[in-house]
């Protein structure tokens, strides 16, 4: 996610061990939300079962102010033996859920759907949930993410608590699964989904497209767009099939910055090794968000980035690889906690730098000095970049502050001076290699920099990603960064 300036207000693993202690729930205990221990979001995410597949079908009614018709399949695994199934889900009716093809009862508990099957699940089983029902963008608490409503339909902004707002899941990227996504909408709209097209059927009046990713993903990554849409293709580098989705009435206007995404795919490609996945392309979206969206496959953008004439051309196409980065960082590699969120969006803003820097002149010095010099600020404000605080009540997005942004790109150019650039370079490239399709984190990215490097660097990450006061800079001792202003005493 990168939010943009005109509105900066908001833009498995090593999870905790006590989470799974509670999936065991006794069947006369009231249903109550469960989570996976995620320090940011406790109530994210569910223990007991690990997701393979997603199967979503949508049916649009026409009007982006009605509910949509859904059924959401889930296949997974049992890790635990379970009397229910917490399932993450809210904004949405539920009208009835099986469990492996017979009837089960269900019930709501914040924002989890708790699920209970006719009999006990036991651990290391395969099952099948199948839930029945709406899928609301008009529920309140719209503005958190889920559907967002774009001028002539719909689109989505699940990052980073908000998939559970479209369709039930595990809603947590730690466990990430293939997904099918089928859309029904009147003949007219177009729908495109992440991952390749496996299908177009027609019938009275209506169209269902579907679509099936070759690779797993995590919910906060699903992306569906509906509404009076072109969808442009060209290739990218080695044949990489690249299809962009515009409103119909501005694809003249939108093809020029569209042209220039194969070759920022071989820009990317060149820095840190082949793209991840099967394809890609841009959602250009009539729609205020004040944020840019890597949803995978299919990045989702505000039109107005690319028509607003007071956005010099060099600062729109560094916003655009940011995006195409976190294909890379955050997508093919997910983070194992959202603590972790530092190594999404902290790579995403050095590779968007460093294009600036490499085709536009814009010096990386001189945007890392500035960063430095107001980093302090950032980590009083927001946390280190790798300890963020929690977000602010009712304000579920707002953990994307510039800590995690320029304060975590701040700490890849200090490591990059402290290890020098050929162990850097080589650090960047066999992380997303080591981790390609997978989730890591904070301590396997300071592991693979300590082995690339071949010195202990856990006193330099020590102090960069969680101490209240920026360290010094390696081979810039001048710099300074001004501490946050002390408040006035009272009187």
């Given amino acids: 996610m990168l939010l943009t300036p005109r509105r900066r207000r908001l833009k ?3 999870l905790l061990a006590s989470a799974v202690s509670v999936c065991l729930l006794a069947a006369s205990a009231p249903p109550a939300p469960l989570g996976v221990g995620d320090r940011l979001f406790p109530y994210l995410g569910n223990p007991g079962y690990d997701v393979a597949s997603y199967d979503l079908s949508f049916t649009y009614p026409g009007s982006h102010d009605k509910p949509l018709q859904a059924v959401t399949t889930i296949d997974a695994w049992t890790t635990e033996d379970l ?6 889900f809210a904004h949405g009716k539920v009208e009835s859920v099986e469990v492996d093809g017979e009837p089960a009862g269900f019930a709501t508990a914040g924002e989890d759907l708790v699920v209970t099957p006719e009999d006990p699940l036991q651990q290391g089983n395969w099952t099948r949930i199948t839930v029945r029902h709406t899928s609301d963008p008009t529920a309140p608490g719209g503005e958190d993410g889920g559907w967002v409503r774009t001028a002539d339909g719909l689109a989505m902004a699940n990052q980073a608590d908000a998939a559970h707002l479209v369709f039930p899941c595990n809603d947590h990227p730690s466990d990430k699964a293939m997904f099918t996504i089928r859309i029904t909408a009147p003949d007219g709209y177009t729908a495109v989904a992440n991952g390749m097209p496996t299908g177009v059927d027609h019938v009275g009046g209506k169209t269902t497209w579907t679509y099936r990713t070759q690779h797993p993903m995590a919910t906060e990554l699903a992306q569906v ?16 099939p690249v299809r962009d989705v515009v409103p119909t009435k501005d694809v003249k206007a939108l093809e020029p910055w569209l042209a220039k995404t194969p070759d ?6 060149n820095k840190v090794g082949p793209y991840p996945f099967e394809t890609y392309g841009l959602l250009m979206a009539e729609a205020s968000t004040g944020f840019e969206l890597e949803t995978q496959t299919l990045s989702l953008f505000e039109k107005e980035l690319f028509t607003e004439p007071a956005y010099p051309k060099w600062y729109i196409e560094s916003i655009m690889v940011h995006e195409l980065s976190h294909q890379w960082f955050g997508d093919s590699v997910s983070p194992r906690t959202w603590s972790d969120l530092w190594l999404n969006e902290g790579h995403a803003t050095w590779y968007e730098e460093l294009y600036a820097e490499e085709t536009a002149h814009r ?25 963020p605080k929690a977000p602010a009540p009712g304000q579920k997005i707002s953990i994307f502050r510039p800590n995690v942004y320029d304060g975590a790109a701040l700490v890849l150019y200090a490591l990059r001076q402290e290890i020098g650039r050929p162990a850097f370079e080589r650090l960047e490239r066999d992380w997303v290699r080591l981790h390609r399709d997978g989730t890591a984190g904070t301590a396997d990215f300071e592991h693979l920099a300590s082995r690339i490097s071949g010195r202990d660097l856990s006193g330099f990450f020590q102090a960069w990603l969680y101490d209240a006061k920026t360290p010094p800079m390696p081979g810039h001792p001048d710099w300074k960064s001004t501490p946050p202003a002390k408040a006035a005493p009272r009187t």
């Fill in 363 to 387: 010096p990386m010095d001189t945007r890392m000095k500035a960063a430095y010099g107001a980093s302090d600020r950032w980590r009083a404000a927001g946390g280190p970049p790798g300890a």
């Fill in 12 to 14: 498995a693993t090593a």
């Fill in 83 to 88: 009397d229910r199934i917490n399932l993450d």
């Fill in 264 to 269: 920022q795919i071989a820009w990317m490609e």
């Fill in 225 to 240: 767009s509906i509404g009076r849409s072109t969808v442009l293709h060209r290739r990218g580098p080695h044949g990489l």
